[in-house]
């Protein structure tokens, strides 16, 4: 890629989550990639779209245009192409994927990631960044997925939210096997709440010591 891949490139490992990322798998499933198609393309945040890029299909590549913002403030456009990649599915039928743009990398993957910071899209191991879940203790872990079944309860997230009853279009079978689930998640992430609190609590006595010492 020409230019200063990484510019503006932090030095710490980040996470997927705080990055923009675009998918191609969605722009598969939307009919987008067809030669001389021009579209819209969202990036993804913490779940949040983002409808700032111009994506041109051209053959065997896309050409990614949007605006960049420095950490200065000042305004670049860029405009850059990604070439694509191809396999064949076992059921017929081909998967896109991008090639990852950055020098001398060259991956085959389905999703690019963008730091704020950053000017270019390129692959998660170009920019070292770790998905959220290897960042999670088991409690983490438990809290994010009764949070999970939440959603799907159509209940309001949050550990301390209380829980709500079955969705009207849900069986009942269905409905306490995702409540027993939800409950054993709950119990494990307010045990790592106690677990923490209990460590402030330390933390705290050891502090008042030290000043009526």
Do not use: V
């Given at each position: 890629m020409m230019g200063g891949f990484g510019s503006g490139r932090k030095s710490e490992v980040n996470c997927t989550d705080v990055c923009r990322s675009i998918d191609i798998r969605h722009w598969q499933r939307e009919g987008n990639l067809v030669p001389g198609n021009h579209f819209i393309g969202h990036s993804i945040r913490n779940g949040k779209k983002f409808p700032s890029i111009s994506v041109r299909v051209e053959v065997s590549q896309l050409r990614l245009t949007y605006t960049h913002q420095r950490n200065s403030g000042i305004s670049d456009n860029v405009d850059y192409p990604v070439r694509l990649q191809m396999t064949s599915c076992h059921y017929g039928g081909v998967r896109y994927w991008f090639t990852c743009p950055a020098d001398g990398c060259g991956r085959r993957v389905a999703i690019l990631?963008?730091?704020?910071?950053?000017?270019?899209?390129?692959?998660?191991h170009c920019y070292q960044l770790v998905y959220q879940s290897q960042r999670e203790t088991a409690n983490d872990r438990a809290d994010r997925k009764a949070n999970k079944i939440k959603e799907k309860l159509r209940w309001p997230c949050g550990i301390f939210n209380p829980i709500g009853g079955k969705p009207k279009s849900m069986h009942w079978k269905t409905y306490y096997r995702l409540l027993n689930e939800h409950?054993?998640?709950l119990n494990q992430a307010l045990l790592g709440v106690s677990e923490?609190?209990?460590?402030?609590?330390?933390?705290?006595?050891?502090?008042?010591?030290?000043?009526?010492?």
């Open positions: 990631y963008r730091d704020s910071g950053c000017k270019y899209f390129a692959c998660r409950n054993d998640y923490k609190l209990l460590g402030i609590n330390k933390t705290l006595r050891k502090i008042e010591k030290q000043m009526y010492k």
